[in-house]
């Protein structure tokens, strides 16, 4: 098991987890993982070849990220 100590270079404000596929996402107002990867506000933790790391989610948004809801295999934010 991961720790995600990796972690973001900012506020994380809210958490959701999607039981389907066990996928963590964090909204907030950060602008990349403490490892470099780009997520705009929005990110999800996964695992890989390379290891488990913090991931944009699409192009991420403009904005910080206060509310998180998965309906339908949808991620709602606000």
């Known amino acids: 098991a991961e720790d995600m100590d990796s972690g973001l270079n900012g506020t ?3 958490i959701a987890v ?3 596929t066990q996928e963590v996402y964090a909204g ?3 602008t990349q993982s403490t ?3 780009s997520c705009s506000n929005i990110a999800v933790w996964i695992s890989g070849f390379a290891g488990y790391d913090w991931i944009s989610v699409g192009n991420g948004v403009n904005g910080a ?3 998180m809801m998965l309906h339908n295999n949808k991620l709602y934010v606000g």
């Open 12 to 14: 994380v404000n809210v």
């Open 18 to 20: 999607d039981p389907n």
């Open 28 to 30: 907030g107002s950060f």
């Open 35 to 37: 490892s470099g990867n």
């Open 65 to 67: 990220v206060y509310a």
